[in-house]
């Protein structure tokens, strides 16, 4: 499987993959799954998804979105 599939939130699921959520302000680190991710965000694109971000440790917009592969 490569990363290069995954092109909205809804394919984590299809695929068993998470993401990472760094955010670039305070270098905090989050992982969501699959499933934790498409009721976060719905089934949109990554892209989007990635504007959307807001950290929850400094309230930064600056985040950068890690598509990881399934374990």
């Known amino acids: 499987m490569s990363a ?4 909205v939130i809804g394919d984590l699921v299809r695929f ?8 670039l302000d305070c270098a905090s680190a989050r992982t969501m799954t699959g499933p934790q991710a498409v009721t976060a965000f719905g089934s949109c694109p990554l892209e989007s998804a990635e504007r959307r971000l807001r950290c929850s440790r400094c309230g930064g917009r600056s985040a950068r979105l ?3 592969p399934p374990v």
Not at 4 to 7: C, E, L, N, T
Not at 16 to 23: W, Y
């Open 4 to 7: 290069k599939h995954i092109r």
């Open 16 to 23: 068993k993959a998470s993401i990472r959520l760094d955010c």
């Open 66 to 68: 890690t598509v990881l």
